[in-house]
């Protein structure tokens, strides 16, 4: 039933169709690309189109288009070729650097051993100096020492003399003093 | 019977899109070669959207181009290139001339494709005479630059002696049948797809008449939808390949010689 009804329908719109196509003003009948009377109008104006897209084309958009794009070419050439450049630059900056690092390591190394020499030298001068008068000081000592031990010496050669005197007097001899004397002094030769 | 009145509403004409009529004054109207009909309004609108894109488009001059402009950039760069390989480095002086027919072949198809549009391309009077054009340039051309040699073209020197005169023949036969298939295989592909296109959409109004229209116009729009894209994608590849016939054509105009 539904598909009887959809061919009636067909049939009916396609009747309808010509009827529209056999009396109404400006539909179809059959292909309108084969109803040549309307080829000269579809030509000329063709004609006059294709001329104004030629003009527009190729005197205004071609020569825009082509020069944005060589520009962009040239840019991006130019761009690439300070990239580069740059580049370069950066390498002969890390290198600069690089020696600047290390002659600095050199100087310092330098400066270090300079400083050390001059300590050690400072620190041998003051050394000198200090043994100088530590042996000075000590010879000094030893000479007051010889001196005390002299006069220590002396003291106890009178003391024994006047001593000696006084036993041999108090023992009731009368000695002379020049006997005493000479009999200390071989005594403390002695001792 | 109930169906009868129904389907009073239903209208094929598909090939109504197709009429040239004039654009001003009453339907009848004859259409003289100087009449401003359809055909004018939607040539002009080619023109327009051409310039839009084109000119309006890269009217920055931008390094980093705007959206518009690489469109216009990538359909320059897209011919350009198409015309240095398929033709060779020396058919460049022809690009402006290939470029304008591509351009204007895949802006009418575009432009064809919106609704209640008038398609210039689907006419046989327009094809016939964009191809007549490349035809015409190329044999000139051919003569031009070298003279008989470039009937060199007919006379296949890589055959074996004896049966160079028949390919000759064949040779000049598919020569002169070019421009027929260049302009008829636009023409057909434009117009076929729009009929169809105007067939289904006929369908479509079919649920308000009768209960099959329940299935039917579903299926309608549906089919109409895919034929849409099928057209948008045929628009392309019809301006695509018509171009691409035209560099290899002008190949055999400067290099004749097989």
């Not at chain 1, 962009?72 to 020696?99: C, P, S």
């Not at chain 2, 009429?19 to 339907?27: D, E, N, R, W």
Request: aromatic share 8%; hydrophobic share 55%; proline share 3%.
């Amino acid at each position: 039933m539904a598909g009887n009804t959809d061919t009636h329908a067909v049939a009916e719109a396609g009747h309808g169709a010509a009827d529209a196509a056999a009396h109404g003003g400006g539909d179809a009948v059959g292909m309108p690309q084969l109803d040549f009377s309307s080829w000269p109008n579809q030509i000329f104006w063709l004609i006059v189109t294709l001329v104004v897209i030629y003009f527009i084309l190729s005197r205004v958009a071609l020569p825009r288009i082509a020069s944005v794009l060589a520009e962009r070419a040239g840019t991006v050439t130019n761009d690439i070729a300070a990239a580069e450049e740059l580049k370069l630059k950066a390498q002969e900056a890390e290198d600069a650097y690089n020696q600047a690092l290390a002659d600095a390591r050199a100087e310092a190394n330098r400066i270090i051993g300079e400083a050390k020499a001059e300590i050690q030298a400072e620190l041998d001068e003051a050394n000198a100096k200090a043994d100088a008068e530590i042996a000075a000081r000590t010879a000094e000592s030893e000479k007051a020492i010889a001196d005390i031990r002299a006069n220590a010496v002396a003291s106890v050669e009178e003391v024994a003399k006047a001593t000696a005197a006084e036993i041999v007097a108090a023992l009731g001899g009368s000695a002379d003093a020049s006997t005493v004397d000479d009999a200390v002094q071989s005594q403390m030769k002695g001792a | 019977m109930a169906t009868e009145e129904h389907s009073e509403g239903l209208v094929f004409h598909p090939m109504d899109q197709f009429v040239v009529k004039p654009l001003f004054g009453s339907a009848g109207d004859p259409v003289h070669w100087y009449t401003i009909t359809n055909v004018t309004l939607w040539m002009f609108l080619t023109i327009v959207a051409i310039s839009a894109l084109l000119v309006l488009g890269t009217r920055g001059r931008a390094v980093i181009p705007t959206k518009l402009q690489s469109v216009a950039e990538l359909a320059y760069g897209f011919i350009y290139k198409m015309v240095e390989d398929v033709a060779g480095r020396d058919a460049v002086r022809f690009f402006p001339y290939v470029f304008t027919l591509f351009m204007f072949i895949v802006m009418s198809n575009f432009l064809g494709l919106l609704p209640t549009a008038f398609t210039t391309t689907s006419h046989l009077a327009v094809t016939v005479i964009l191809a007549l054009a490349v035809f015409l340039t190329v044999t000139i051309t051919g003569f031009v630059l070298h003279g008989s040699k470039f009937l060199g073209l007919f006379w296949v020197s890589s055959a074996p002696l004896a049966i160079r005169p028949v390919l000759a023949v064949i040779e000049v036969i598919s020569y002169f049948v070019r421009p027929v298939s260049h302009s008829i295989r636009l023409m057909g592909n434009m117009m076929a797809g729009h009929a169809v296109i105007k067939v289904f959409a006929a369908f479509a109004p079919l649920i308000l008449l009768s209960g099959v229209g329940v299935l039917v116009t579903p299926l309608s729009i549906l089919a109409i939808t895919a034929m849409y894209a099928l057209e948008t994608l045929v628009a392309f590849i019809q301006a695509y390949v018509f171009t691409i016939l035209t560099c290899v054509y002008l190949k055999d105009a400067l290099h004749p010689s097989h």
